[in-house]
């Protein structure tokens, strides 16, 4: 059964530029389970896709014109297949910036008209933006009649977001939003692009997002920060190693035991947090499947407390939620999520215990910060696909 979000961008599409749309496709957010920070050291990552979706319902044109609706901002943009494109820093370039990918590749692509409808919410950290780029680079595959795999769409996706878009990405978000499958988290290998489709919790057990209410505000200074730091720790190592080693995932701790002390302070911090949370993410994946959730869940809350004491990322929101849910029996993880400073939390929780968490946040949350928290109950679903 269609889900009403596909009906929304027919809909949508049918009332900006009358007559129906030829294809539909959904790609969705995501959120990360454990595994953070780490995608741009060439480490681990562990997301899930999750029933939060964006649709694009497009047709096909005669003519080389682009018009694309978006929901979201109630606006058009329109450009040509064969211009030469320009961000202009709005939503619509990363639509663009996914056409001028295909472009590079060599593609003559047709012109089309697109209405874009989502509910992955914006500024959570949730990858709106990555649903965005694979829910038109689907499109566009569907509509030329192109081949190309999961992988490489995902590739393609982030090449748009760091080059066009200018938002220096690691390849989580695109990867997972491309390849996810339902009932499964995603363990990606951000070196090589290997991944293995894990098997969830089963019914039992809920992933449940809190939204803080705080909007992202990892501004492009602090992450840069912390991707120099790891640089830098990742330098200075190699060379007090005498090895050749180009990211942190080839640094293990028992190594930062012995060197680390050529390290500045803060440089060791962010270095520990990555290198631990690279073996925590490993460590999580096989106890998920030989079944040991409290385990697993325990290895949330000390990615949390890493992130929140050595790579400093989370903030009171966030902690606040963590400390909150971990205190209502049936919850057996919870972490902040994303890139930080605002934005989610995730827990693992045991489905009788849902409505208690539930409580326990709107209650003391809003009583102490003022802010009204969204929660998300979800479920893990499949990448980037066709659906009418």
Known sequence: MLHPIVTQARDAFKSVFEGMADVAVQAPGRVN???EHTDYNAGFVFPAAIDRWVVVAARARADLRVRIYSAMHDEVAEFRVDDVLEALGNWADYPKGVVREFQKLGYSLCGFDAAIVGNVPMGAGL????AVEMAVGKGLVVLNRVEISGPDLALLGQRAENHFVGVNCGIMDQFISANGRAGHALFLDCRDLSFDLVPLFGDDVQIVICNSGVTRGLTDS????????CESGVSLLARAMGKDMRALRDVSMEMLGVYGGVLPEMVLKRCRHVI???ERTQRAVILLKNGD???FGELMVASHESLR?????????LDLLVEIALNVPGVLGA????AGFGGCTVNIVERDAVPALTD???ERYLRTTGLIPEIYVCSAVNGVEQVG
């Open 33 to 35: 389970l454990i595994g």
């Open 127 to 130: 990858s709106s933006s990555a």
């Open 222 to 229: 602090a992450y840069n920060d912390r991707r120099s730091a």
């Open 276 to 278: 631990a949370e690279n």
């Open 293 to 295: 959730l409290s385990g």
């Open 309 to 317: 004491d050595d790579y400093e990322v989370s903030g009171e929101e």
């Open 335 to 338: 972490r902040m999520t994303g």
């Open 360 to 362: 326990a946040i709107n």
